[in-house]
C-alpha cells in the first residue's frame, strides 16, 4: 500500500470520528488510549463516606394564644324604679328579698363568686332607722350566711345594745356580698379589690335605696371611702357627719379594729361618733 492510499485512509477514518462527536480524540497514541478506555469495564465510583451527625433536638415552641381584651363583667339587671311615695314595712320586705333571690343569690359576676360558701346579704329590720355598713364578710359569715356574726359581730351587737337596741331593730349589710380572702394556708381575709367593690356595691345601693334610713353608721376605712367617693384617711372623716344622697352618714372605727387596739380611747371615740346617731335619730342617750 502507498503512501498515498494510507493518507485517504486516514481522511476517511477521522470524517467518520467527526460524524459520531468524536473530533477531539487524535490520532496515533492518543486514539489507542481512547479506544482502551472505551473498551474497559465501567467502574462507579462508590460515594464518599459520611460521618453520620445526629439531627439537632429543638425545643419544641410554645404556641401563645393571642391575648383577648379584658371583658367587663356584665351589667346588674335594671332595677325597677322605687314609688315615689314612701314604702311600707312589707314592701321594703318583699323588695329586699326579691333583691336577694333574683340577683345576690346566684351572682357570679365577679371572681368571688368562685370561692364563696354562700352569699351574705344583711339582715335586719326592713324600715330600720339605722343601717350599719362594713367591708366584706369574713369566714364565719361565709359560712353561716349572715353578716357580722363572728368576734367583731360580736362586739357589734354590744355596741348596738348600748345605744338602747337590738340587732333586729337595725338593718346591718357590706358592700360585697361574698368572702374576699388568700386561700392560704390558712385563709386570710383581704380587703375587696377595686372591680369587686365596683362589681357588687349596686346591689348595696338598691338596699339603702329601698330601707331608707335617717342614717349609715360606715364602719372602717373601706366602706367609708366608697360610701363617700372619698380618699381621705379615716382620722380625718371619723366622727364627722356627711352625706350619701340626702342620708346622713356617720364613719366610725370597724369593730375589728375596736378588737386589734382595744384602748379606751378608741373605745371612747366609737361611742360618741354612736351617741352622735343617737341623737340624730331621737333616740335617748
Known amino acids: 500500500m502507498d503512501a498515498s492510499s494510507g493518507s485517504a485512509r486516514k481522511r476517511m477514518w477521522l470524517n467518520s470520528e467527526k460524524a459520531f462527536g468524536l473530533n477531539s480524540v487524535r490520532a496515533g497514541k492518543q486514539r489507542a488510549k481512547a479506544v482502551a478506555m472505551a473498551k474497559a469495564p465501567a467502574v462507579i465510583a462508590k460515594p464518599a463516606s459520611r460521618e453520620f451527625v445526629p439531627p439537632v433536638r429543638r425545643d419544641p415552641v410554645a404556641i401563645v394564644p393571642p391575648q383577648m381584651p379584658a371583658v367587663a363583667p356584665p351589667p346588674v339587671t335594671a332595677f325597677a324604679p322605687l314609688p315615689a311615695a314612701s314604702l311600707s314595712r312589707d314592701e321594703k320586705k318583699h323588695l329586699l328579698a326579691e333583691l336577694n333571690e333574683e340577683h345576690v343569690k346566684g351572682c357570679v359576676r365577679c371572681e368571688l363568686s368562685k370561692t364563696r360558701t354562700q352569699t351574705v346579704f344583711g339582715e335586719g329590720d326592713p324600715d330600720a332607722s339605722i343601717v350599719f355598713v362594713g367591708e366584706g364578710p369574713g369566714g364565719t359569715e361565709d359560712a353561716t350566711g349572715r353578716p ?138
Open 148 to 285: 357580722f356574726v363572728g368576734r367583731a359581730g360580736q362586739l357589734l351587737d354590744d355596741m348596738i345594745k348600748a345605744m338602747g337596741l337590738r340587732r333586729d331593730q337595725v338593718y346591718i349589710a357590706n358592700i360585697v356580698k361574698c368572702r374576699a380572702f388568700l386561700q392560704g394556708p390558712p385563709p386570710k381575709d383581704r380587703p375587696p379589690t377595686t372591680d369587686e367593690t365596683a362589681t357588687c356595691s349596686p346591689y348595696l345601693v338598691r338596699q339603702l335605696e329601698i330601707i331608707h334610713p335617717k342614717a349609715i353608721v360606715a364602719l372602717g376605712l373601706p366602706a367609708t371611702k366608697y360610701i363617700l367617693s372619698t380618699n381621705q384617711s379615716m382620722s380625718s372623716m371619723r366622727g364627722r357627719w356627711a352625706d350619701w344622697r340626702g342620708i346622713k352618714v356617720m364613719p366610725t372605727y370597724h369593730p375589728a379594729y375596736i378588737l386589734r387596739a382595744y384602748t379606751e380611747e378608741n373605745r371612747r371615740a366609737v361611742w360618741n361618733d354612736l351617741q352622735q346617731v343617737m341623737a340624730y335619730v331621737g333616740l335617748k342617750k
